[in-house]
């Protein structure tokens, strides 16, 4: 059995996805997601030119080989732009193989652990009451887990939350967008936040925040540290972790539980955070950091530290990373929770796909690969459109971490 051919596609029914199309010389086909928010064209770029013509003739089922193959035999290697190339790769590959085999993914990888993946919403508001009424939105829905973002008064825009009511897409057609940002109004303001929130819903619900990589680890540790009355189910993205040592700081004075890990591309951005058990989730995915094969290996490191599983989820990540983190979240023993940020109704349809949203999980049927599709014709409607994500500048100009 040979790969016969490799393709790219890209769309925007609403926001910019790439994937990769990888068909067999017997006509089955693998669907990966090759989606970079921002930086989409440059991994097209990497597929096509450098990737797509050594992979011609090679037998799909060899999926090992084929990641070492793109890993080690690039010589360089890890960033964002190959780990998400090789991911998309090794997403089609499984998907081929579970085809192949007549399985679905999470058989292939070592069958359910559990019935279904547990996913946290995103509840924004401008202020804290519209916050408020939007958890209790989630929680009518079925959530079991919610994130909570607020507006911060005396700050025009906020990270998570939208102009409008409800809706929040980070990445915005054009230019990239600036926003301010104040630490000392969002260190003030966050725990009152949760305080209301927490009074609001009761000692059941699972909440989480994100900080998103906007304070020094001193400020994390102050911001841990007020939350714990409020017994939240983690705060991501404390701090910026490209030093893996500054989590040190936040452990020594909270307990509140930690994630990090979205923007990260291999096992080695999380190797010290893991084994010194300086977190507690990683949320690394599999779009992001090298596919399942590569995320397989992160996560049974991890499970040697009790750090369990919270893969990244936000719209930019196609509806094909996310049947392959319900298929891996079927399966991994040390899953945590799975974020959740529904993808819009023409982006469902672009993407016709097997899990869906029942009580507070994602759940999937035994369908063979990944469970999910794309419609070519509709998608060859949505082009490209140049899109990012917004640049963050403190009150004096400086440019901070968006
Ligand atoms: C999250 C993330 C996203 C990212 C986005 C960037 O926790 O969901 O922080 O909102 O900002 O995915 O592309
Ligand atoms: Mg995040």
């Known amino acids: 059995m040979k790969i016969e051919r490799l393709q790219t596609l890209v769309t925007c029914p609403g926001r910019n996805f790439v994937t990769v199309k990888i068909t067999t010389d017997q006509g089955v086909h693998g669907l990966g997601d090759a989606t970079l928010n921002g930086r989409e064209l440059a991994v097209v770029a990497y597929l096509e030119e450098h990737v797509f ?22 010589y360089w290697r890890r960033g964002p732009v190959t780990m998400t190339a090789i991911a998309a790769i090794d997403m089609a590959l499984w998907d081929i ?60 825009k906020v990270y998570g939350v939208g102009k409008t009511r409800g809706f929040y897409e980070p990445a915005q057609k054009g230019l990239p967008p600036e926003e301010d940002w104040d630490t000392a109004l969002y260190l003030r303001h966050t725990p009152e936040l949760f305080r209301k929130v927490r009074e609001a819903v009761g000692p059941d619900v699972h909440l989480l925040h994100d900080a998103h990589h906007r304070l020094t680890p001193i400020e994390a540790a102050q911001l841990c540290k007020s939350l714990e009355p409020w017994r939240l189910f983690w705060v991501e993205d404390a701090t910026p972790a490209e030093n893996q040592e500054a989590f040190r700081l936040i452990r020594q004075h909270s307990t509140t539980p930690l994630a990090v890990g979205e923007i990260f591309n291999s096992i080695w951005d999380c190797k010290d955070l893991i084994q010194n058990q300086l977190v507690d989730y990683i949320r690394s995915t599999i779009v992001h950091a090298g596919g399942i094969t590569h995320l397989r290996r992160i996560a049974d490191f991890a499970a040697l530290h009790q750090v369990r599983t919270g893969f990244h989820g936000a719209t930019d990540l196609s509806p094909v990373t996310m049947a392959a983190a319900v298929n891996f979240g079927l399966w991994v023993p040390n ?32 369908v063979p690969g990944l469970g999910v599709d794309i419609d070519e014709t509709l998608a060859a409607k949505y082009p490209y459109e140049r899109a990012y994500l917004p640049v963050a500048r403190l009150r004096d100009g400086t440019l901070w971490n968006w």
């Open 97 to 156: 193989l579970g085809k192949l085999a007549g399985m679905p993914v999470w058989r292939l990888l070592g069958g359910k652990s559990r019935a279904g993946v547990m996913v946290y919403g995103h509840a924004n508001g401008r202020d804290h009451a519209e916050a408020v009424e939007a958890v209790q939105q989630h929680l009518e829905q079925g959530y079991k887990a919610i994130r909570v973002q607020s507006g911060v008064p005396g700050m025009d």
């Open 335 to 366: 899953f945590g929770i799975q974020e959740l940020m529904p993808h819009n109704a023409l982006t469902d349809e672009v993407f016709p796909h097997a899990y869906r949203f029942e009580d507070g999980h994602l759940v999937m049927d035994e």
């Open 53 to 74: 013509p050594c992979l011609v003739g090679k037998d799909p089922r060899n999926i090992e080989d084929i990641w070492q193959y793109l890993y080690r035999g690039a």
